[in-house]
T-cell receptor
Framework: AQKVTQAQTEISVVEKEDVTLDCVYE???????LFWYKQPPSGELVFLIR??????QNEISGRYSWNFQKSTSSFNFTITASQVVDSAVYFC????????????FGSGTKLNVKP | DGGITQSPKYLFRKEGQNVTLSCEQN?????MYWYRQDPGQGLRLIYY???????QKGDIAEGYSVSREKKESFPLTVTSAQKNPTAFYLC?????????????FGNGTRLTVT
């Protein structure tokens, strides 16, 4: 069974629109970590955020915000007032405390922001 | 600046040839990883290493080999036994072998085998 599911394969928006990228995860561990990474066309994955399973507070960083809900096993990522530079593939990942060398990555969501 | 360097960026090989992808880091990280990325499939773990002279197979290790003779270096060899070697390969490292350490990635090597 897939540990991390990103059901949205590709999303296209017009600049300044808000967009939410969905991430649903599956784990039996009570302690785990969730991550979001951005992969621009250059190819390198850039770390955006880490969240542990005990911290359900939403986080905001500039135009980025993350909504973590354990009840629905979701860790969604919202970009407010999107910009062309936000165009990239975004990956959600899960790390479990007892299997910590294995990061389970979702299949990624490609975001196209058009001017 | 600290980071992970992968070389070359693009690599072309004939079928049946072994090829080695380079990965060097100057972040002083203990753990290093190799991932393979195929379109629409996310990242899949090939091998990882927690310390020098030790490494473990990931989910898709068949047809690949690695070495970890130095902390800074973790080269990946794609052997002729790998049935579908054409892919984008990403090397990563983390500060420690714990679940809360984010991965730091290199720019990747795109391998094409014909």
């Amino acid at each position: 069974a897939q540990k991390v599911t990103q059901a949205q394969t590709e999303i296209s928006v017009v600049e300044k629109e808000d967009v939410t990228l969905d991430c649903v995860y599956e784990t039996r561990d009570t302690t785990y970590y969730l991550f979001w990474y951005k992969q621009p066309p250059s190819g390198e994955l850039v770390f955006l955020i880490r969240r542990n399973s005990f911290d359900e507070q939403n986080e905001i960083s500039g135009r980025y915000s993350w909504n973590f809900q354990k009840s629905t096993s979701s860790f969604n990522f919202t970009i407010t007032a999107s910009q062309v530079v936000d165009s990239a593939v975004y990956f959600c990942a899960l790390s479990e405390i007892y299997n910590f060398n294995k990061f389970y990555f979702g299949s990624g969501t490609k975001l196209n922001v058009k001017p | 600046d600290g980071g992970i360097t992968q070389s070359p960026k693009y690599l072309f090989r004939k079928e049946g040839q072994n090829v080695t992808l380079s990965c060097e880091q100057n972040l002083n990280h203990d753990a290093m990883y190799w991932y393979r990325q195929d379109p629409g499939q996310g990242l899949r773990l090939i091998y990882y290493s927690q310390i020098v002279n030790d490494f473990q197979k990931g989910d898709i290790a068949e047809g690949y080999s690695v070495s970890r003779e130095k902390k800074e270096s973790f080269p990946l060899t794609v052997t002729s036994a790998q049935k579908n070697p054409t892919a984008f390969y990403l090397c990563a490292s983390s500060i420690s072998d714990s679940s809360n350490s984010p991965l730091h990635f290199g720019n990747g090597t795109r391998l094409t085998v014909t």
